[in-house]
């Protein structure tokens, strides 16, 4: 199957559910989670026949830059409209909806990498999958903090606009914020556990970069879990160090990536 249609069709669905949010939003109304959520599912939907087109191929799994950036935000967006039958999360999806538009649209139109297939045993693929998921939750509480970051400075400058009057309470988005680092974190470690596990070399010069940002990441993360349990951290300084978390494993990830495809060519 080709990814075109499948990929314009999420393009558009993304679109129309963040316009028909922003629209509900800026009238201080609350958006119908029997539209919004549809509309969501529908592009993710679309989205990950995209993906399939893309990633699967006969010389295996095809991760490039563009292919990872997409599986990532469909990754982020799944995790969200799932967390949402639960917990107040749905104004995450006004910035998660665009990133998904944007992913799709690239991954099928954006020059491709140089990454050969991937064709590894199981526990590469599972390392894989974990490496998704702990970016996925990380990346949903980097969301969740420039959103409290956002809710923080409307409160105390007592202009809180229809977004904001769409939040949860202050302590309820930090409780959220550290549920999903908490989340993220483990599987993170267990990313990391696996990769030491069953790649052969986790300090080859192709993977060290990436390793010790990695590392460095996890660590910042540890010491932001053990400072909110231990010393109570809480507003900036939980969203500065989960911002230099999110930065840092990015750049672990996605640095190496283009730096690797597009520049050195490997």
Not at 184 to 197: A, M, P, R
Not at 256 to 261: A, D, G, H, N, T
Request: hydrophobic share 55%; proline share 5%.
């Amino acid at each position: 199957m080709q990814p075109l249609l499948p990929s314009l069709i999420a393009a558009a669905l993304y679109a129309a559910a963040t316009a028909y949010q922003s629209q509900r939003l800026t009238t201080r109304k609350t958006p119908d989670m029997r539209i919004l959520l549809p509309l969501g599912a529908l592009a993710l939907l679309a989205h990950a026949v995209s993906l399939f087109a893309q990633l699967i191929t006969p010389s295996g799994l095809v991760l490039d830059f563009f292919n990872a950036a997409s599986l990532i935000a469909a990754a982020v967006i799944a995790l969200t409209l799932l967390a949402v039958v639960r917990i107040p999360v749905a104004n995450l999806l006004l910035l998660l909806f665009p990133l998904g538009c944007l992913t799709v649209l690239l991954a099928t139109f954006a020059p491709a990498g140089t990454t050969q297939g991937i064709n590894e045993h199981p526990g590469i693929l599972a390392h894989i999958l974990l490496s998704i998921l702990a970016y996925g939750l990380l990346t949903i509480a980097m969301f969740q903090s420039l959103l409290l970051l956002l809710q923080d400075h409307q409160l105390k400058h007592k202009h809180p606009s229809g977004l904001i009057r769409n939040f949860p309470p202050l302590q309820t988005m930090e409780s959220l914020l550290f549920g999903f680092l908490w989340g993220g974190w483990v599987l993170l470690s267990l990313s990391l556990l696996s990769g030491w596990l069953f790649l052969d070399d986790l300090f080859a010069q192709h993977l060290v970069h990436k390793t010790l940002l990695a590392c460095v990441a996890w660590v910042i993360f540890g010491v932001l879990l053990w400072g909110r349990h231990q010393r109570g951290w809480r507003g900036h300084k939980a969203i500065r160090w989960t911002l230099a978390g999110f930065c840092l494993l990015m750049l672990a990830y996605f640095g190496s990536k283009l730096v690797r495809e597009f520049i050195l060519h490997i």
